[in-house]
């Protein structure tokens, strides 16, 4: 059974830091993983999507790595602002015909200005 | 509709009672998933609809949980004789044919009391 574990659970950051936030899952079968971002009351809203045969994705300031092997993967979060607050999940597809989902418990990124 | 529509997006109910959950996927999304996200907890998958096949009701938690969907439109998540552990908030979301990105909805947070 495919388990995500993310760390830390919690973090505080002033602004303007650069920061990591981590991913590992059990089953290295995967077809893909992705970094969602969940505010208060709020779905999920799709950051990065990583393809299996891929090492990292980027966009703006996020850069997502990812090391199928070992099953790990890494949310790089450049010059943190305020408005990255908010809970990070990670979720990893299993391959075949339901495109189910794992997720994490999520990280709850708090950046002060 | 521009994204995946949850109604309501709160509900209170006294335990024992009834509750139905509505879904409004994106117009065209073959695929809708139920997600359960209980409170400290990640997200949990309840139950799976593509087109007219089967559903995937593997991770529906007891037989009091229930889902419906017509074709490739609304679907109603349905709990019966609610229990104070159901309480989490629930998502939607929906997803293009062989695409693996999902869209998810706002969700309901239901509160049994």
């Known amino acids: 059974k495919q388990e995500v574990t993310q760390i830390p659970a919690a973090l505080s950051v002033p602004e303007g830091e650069n920061l990591v936030l981590n991913c590992s899952f059990t089953?290295?079968?995967?077809?893909?993983l992705q970094w969602f971002r969940q505010d208060p009351g709020k779905g999920l809203t799709s950051l990065l999507l990583i393809q299996s045969s891929q090492r990292e994705q980027t966009s703006g300031r996020l850069n997502a790595s990812l090391d199928k092997s070992s099953g790990r993967s890494t949310l790089y979060i450049a010059a943190s602002q305020p408005g990255d607050s908010a809970t990070y999940l990670c979720a990893v597809l299993r391959g075949g015909s339901n495109y189910k989902l794992t997720f994490g418990k999520g990280t709850l990124l708090t950046v002060n200005p | 509709g521009a994204g995946v529509s949850q109604s309501p997006s709160n509900k209170v109910t006294e335990k024992g009672k009834d509750v139905e959950l509505r879904c409004d996927p994106i117009?065209?999304?073959?695929?809708l998933y139920w997600y359960r996200q209980r409170l400290g907890q990640g997200l949990e998958f309840l139950i799976y609809f593509q087109g007219n096949s089967a559903p995937d009701k593997s991770g529906l938690p007891s037989d009091r949980f229930s889902a419906e969907r017509t074709g490739e439109s609304v679907s109603t998540l349905t709990i019966q004789r609610t229990q104070q552990e159901d309480s989490a908030v629930y998502l939607c979301a929906s997803r293009n044919g062989g695409n693996p990105g999902y869209t998810f909805g706002s969700g309901t947070r239901l509160t049994v009391v």
């Open positions: 117009s065209g999304h073959t695929a």
């Open positions: 089953d290295s079968a995967i077809y893909n």
